[in-house]
Structure formats: C-alpha cells, structure tokens
C-alpha cells in the first residue's frame, strides 16, 4: 500500500525534513507516527499525500510512483485517500454537512447517497446537532471532526491523519481514535502522526513511526504485523 | 458526466456563491458588458440596415440603354429580346417616346411645367434594363457592343458609393466586434481570475482532497458566462427600448429608404446579442480558469 525506500525530502531552502527512510505500509495497518515538534511528521504525510514530492529515493503510495511531474496521476490517487488537515481546511460560509459532502461530490456517488453517508460519518463523530450549522460558527475541536467526517465518509482505502486529536478532550480524542481504528477492520490503512503518545502508547496491533530530525525508527506490535 | 449531472445543483449554488461574493465588483462587470455589447448591438443594427438597404438597391439596380438614330423599332424590339439573353439580366423592356416622356413628367413633378417649352417630345425611346449590379459591368460592356445601341447610361457611380458606405460600415462593423469581444474577454477573465483568487483557499482543498479541474473549475465558468449573459440580457434590454421608440422615428425622417421591419430586425440583433454574449463569458471564463491550471 505504502512503500518508501531510501527516501528524503530537503526543501528548497536547504532544510532536510526527512533523511532516507524506508518504510512499508500494509493494508488494515495501524500506524502512529510519533515525535517533537519539527521532527518531520507532518513532511512525512505530505510526502504520502501527494503535497510534496521525495528529493531522492523512491516512494509509492496506493501503486502510484509519487515525484513530481506526475500531478494529474497524483490527483486521480488522492481520491481513494481521507486526508485529515493539521489545519483543518475546511471550506468557511459552508455548513458542516456541506462541508463532509464537498470531499465526495466527485468521486460518482449519487446525491441522496452521499448525503446519507455524510450525515452517518458526522454523527460517528458526535456531531449529528452541528449538520446544519456553518463550519465558521463551530468551535475548534468540533471543526476538527468535522474535517474527520470528511474524510471518513469517503470510505477511503488510505486514512493519512494530520494530529486529528490536537484540540480534542481526552474522550472524544480516544472516541476520534477509535473511530479511526475501526477503518483497519475493512483493509483500510490508517496513518495517524499524534503528539498524543499516551492516548496510544499502550495500543496492540499498530506500528509505531517515531521520527527524529528526520530519521525515523520503527515498533511493530501485534500479530498481523 | 455521471459525476456532472449529480452536481449539476451544486455547480449552480457555486457559481451564485462566486457572483454574490464580489457584488459590487461584478455589478459593475455586468453593466460595463452590457454597454459594450450594447455598443456591439447597434453596430449590427446599422450593419443590418445598411445590408437591407444595398440589397433593395440591389434589386433596383436599372440601366438605361439608348438606341442609334437610323433604327426601327422593329430592330429596337428584337434588340430588347438579345439583351434578356445576357447572364445578368433580369428583365429588360422597351420604352418608347411616349412612355419615356409620361416617366420624367412624373419624375419632375411640379417642376414638369417646365416640359410645355419643348415643342417636341425631347425624350428618346430607350430599354430599360433590370440587372443584377455584381454583373453591372460585364452586362454593360456586353449591351454597347450590340449592334444599333448608342450608348449604356448607368447609375454606378451612386450604386458604387453606396457599396462602398456599407463596406466601409462592415469594415468598422468587424473592428468593433472585435474590439467588443476583447474587451468583454479581458473583463470575464479578469473578474474569473478574482474570483479563483477569493477562493483559492477552498481550490486547494478539492485538489488535495482528489477533485479533477474540471469540477474545480466549472462553477467558475458557470459564473463567467451567467454574468455575461446577465451584461447581454441588459445590452438586449437597452436595444430593445431605443429600438421600440426610436426606430421609427428615424425611418420616418427616411421613409425614401427601405428599412427593414423593426420587430423583425430587434428579436434577431437582441437574440444575437445574447448568444455572443454566452459564447464571450464561456471564452472568457476558459481564459480565467487558466490561472487554475498554472497555480496547479
């Protein structure tokens, strides 16, 4: 599904986020991608999710070769994946259901589908009381999982999460999680980079990314893995 | 297209979202285009008329063609049935004396007084030729070869000058036009352009969430062509006014020139109008979406 090999990203201003990692990502894998601050987490996911391109080494995401150059490919992938923003990127004047059913409008599902699907996902949520209600108007940890709605209600078969639980109380951060978790049940791959180390930190069954200036290590715990 | 159809509603929603959220700015786009297109509308009114009126010229076109002293008029008779065999001629009929002599009375008017001085008919027996004015000049040349005519008196340099008026009017006509259609690309493509840049935010979150250009880019030149189309409903608005009330007045103070029927030629100028105007805004949206594909 995900498959890294001796890849590193150095920005165009010299920094070097990522320093030859390989990883290998599985289907119905659970993965955390752990780390401070400015380790390179969040360059990780945007190297997974087509928003930046390896500088060296070779990636492949989904059976797609990601580098630069090949966008519209890159495009047509990003449909089978739920992405969830750091920050959010929700779209402001639009409601929260709006909001969920603008990230499937394109994938050919038809409108009475879609938005049954939309409200189901924002009430896995917990927030079936905010389907009407503008995105603008919500308060931060609830526009959250409004972006995660989003990104689950397109079923996707890749779920790359950008700290999902970043403004979320500690129930509903592990309700988002479990949440997240039940994806791997139907073969989807979930990764997941958290600050959020003791919400997870006893989790069986995930493989454990921890990045370092750039470098990462690799836990793998439980049986399918 | 499946994909298409099930978003037809949101397109539109869209698209009223992108106009509603620059009012102001694209009130303005609005009625600066209608006025352009109004500017385009009466230039094709002119452009129509001036066709009408060299076609009925056209239709007019006559010469004259006079007979040498010595012939008879059984000669002129059978002269008249060669010059209906020439390509070109539509009609062609002898006049004689008497006849040519009633034509100018009449065409004088009251200044026919002036006839009574002339103790005989001063007027030659001639044909009149009816002809099709492109084939004015091989029709001429070929009746002054025939034997037992004079001479060919025509009426080209009046039909020539007023070719030459509408040619001219077609000349400033396409100019225009052109000028026209630039103008109003330049104003849909900008204004698109703006409306991208209000919403790049939420662009970028349909790419990276998978949505083709299309999809991105097809509220944008829904909006771009309703808000031209909105600019020709009001050029049509303001044609259709001027044209009720002042078309009539104009073709009375010229009632000796064969306008068209004004019904006729405002639903076809106004229907015109409205058309080019969504092929404009469909154009012009194409060029400002452009910027959706560089930024991408």
Same mark, same amino acid.
């Given at each position: 599904?995900?498959?890294?090999?001796?890849?590193?990203?150095?920005?165009?201003?010299?920094?070097?986020?990522?320093?030859?990692?390989?990883?290998?990502i599985k289907p119905g894998e659970m993965v955390y991608i752990t780390g401070p601050?400015?380790?390179?987490?969040?360059?990780l996911l945007k190297l997974l999710m087509g928003m930046e391109y390896p500088t060296s080494g070779s990636l492949k995401v989904l059976g797609q070769t990601m580098k630069r150059g090949k966008g519209g490919r890159v495009r047509k992938l990003r449909k089978r994946i739920g992405p969830i923003f750091q920050e959010f990127k929700l779209i402001e004047r639009r409601t929260a259901l709006e909001n969920v059913m603008m990230g499937m409008r394109f994938?050919?599902?038809s409108p009475r589908k879609m938005k049954a699907e939309a409200i189901s996902a924002l009430k896995r949520v917990g927030l079936e009381h905010k389907i009407k209600a503008k995105v603008d108007h919500l308060s931060w940890g609830e526009a959250q999982r409004v972006a995660i709605a989003r990104a689950v209600a397109r079923k996707p078969v890749l779920l790359l999460a950008d700290e999902p639980t970043g403004n979320l109380d500690q129930d509903n951060a592990l309700n988002i999680l479990h949440i997240l978790?039940?994806?791997c049940d139907s073969n989807t791959a979930v990764v997941i980079t958290t600050h959020a180390t003791h919400l997870i930190e006893n989790q069986e069954n995930a493989t454990y990314i921890r990045v370092k200036q750039g470098e990462i290590s690799i836990e793998r715990r439980g049986q399918s893995l | 297209m499946k994909t298409f159809f099930y978003n037809i509603g949101y397109f539109l929603l869209e698209?009223?979202?992108?106009?509603?959220?620059?009012?102001?700015s694209n009130l303005f786009s609005v009625i600066g285009t209608g006025l352009i297109l109004f500017l385009l509308g009466m230039v094709l009114t002119g452009w129509s008329v001036g066709n009408q009126l060299v076609q009925a010229l056209e239709k007019e076109a006559e010469v004259?063609?006079?007979?040498?002293?010595?012939?008879?008029?059984?000669?002129?008779?059978?002269?008249?049935n060669t010059i209906q065999t020439i390509d070109g001629v539509q009609k062609a009929g002898y006049i004689d004396q008497t006849a040519a002599y009633e034509e100018n009375k009449n065409m004088l008017g009251k200044e026919a007084d002036i006839l009574k001085l002339f103790e005989d008919n001063p007027f030659e027996a001639y044909i009149d030729v009816r002809i099709n004015l492109n084939d004015m000049d091989a029709v001429i040349a070929k009746m002054s070869k025939l034997e037992g005519i004079e001479y060919v008196r025509d009426n080209r340099e009046i039909l020539n000058q007023l070719k030459g008026i509408v040619n001219a009017l077609k000349i400033i006509g396409v100019l225009i036009a052109l000028a026209v259609g630039v103008t109003t690309l330049i104003i849909i493509s900008h204004m698109i352009r703006q409306g991208i840049y209000n919403n790049k935010d939420q662009i970028n979150t349909l790419w990276l969430l998978g949505a083709p250009n299309g999809f991105v880019g097809f509220p944008f030149i829904l909006a771009g062509t309703l808000l031209t189309l909105l600019g020709g409903a009001l050029a049509?608005?303001?044609l259709s006014i001027l044209m009720t009330k002042g078309y009539d007045q104009l073709s009375g103070y010229l009632?000796? &020139?064969? $306008?068209?029927?004004?019904?006729?030629?405002?639903?076809?100028?106004?229907?015109?109008?409205?058309?080019?105007?969504?092929? &404009?805004? $469909?154009?012009?949206?194409?060029?400002g979406i452009t910027s959706i594909r560089k930024s991408n």
């Open positions: 599904m995900i498959e890294a090999k001796d890849v590193s990203l150095i920005y165009q201003d010299g920094t070097v986020a990522l320093k030859n990692i390989n990883i290998e601050s400015g380790s390179g987490k969040t360059s994938l050919g599902i978790n039940s994806f | 698209a009223s979202r992108t106009i509603r959220f620059n009012s102001l004259s063609a006079y007979f040498k002293d010595d012939i008879s008029e059984e000669q002129a008779l059978d002269l008249v049509a608005g303001l009632m000796f &020139l064969p $306008f068209p029927p004004m019904e006729e030629l405002r639903d076809k100028v106004c229907l015109l109008i409205i058309i080019i105007s969504a092929g &404009l805004g $469909f154009v012009g949206s194409l060029f």
